[in-house]
């Protein structure tokens, strides 16, 4: 299942656990309001995709779980954002958390 997760609560949010993320800024340099893609695989081993302000650390998140929901609803989906994390944290897109 994909849901939306809309809690930004750090005591709450599953994004919240020991790890990394990948962030990637907007390519639009004009904007004055630019956003960030950040993906993060929470400890669980579902993914969770975010868009937020530039520097924002929490927003509107969707969630694609990797035992059933999206790897049975959209076979590949959750293997394309596997590989989509390992592209960006190969070219130096990679954060560490803050504990």
Do not use: K
Not at 46 to 65: A, Q, S
Request: with cysteine; glycine share 8%.
């Amino acid at each position: 299942m994909i849901d939306t997760i809309t809690s930004t609560n750090p005591e709450t949010s599953p994004l919240l656990c020991e790890g990394t993320e990948v962030r990637y800024l907007t390519d639009d340099r004009d904007s004055q309001q630019r956003h960030e893609l950040v993906l993060y695989q929470a400890n669980n081993g579902d993914w969770y995709l975010m868009v937020v302000p530039e520097g924002h650390r929490f927003g509107p998140t969707v969630r694609f779980c990797t035992s059933g929901g999206a790897s049975s609803r959209a076979p590949g989906l959750t293997t394309l954002l596997a590989n989509m994390f390992a592209l960006l944290s190969q070219h130096g897109f990679l954060t560490e958390e803050e504990a």
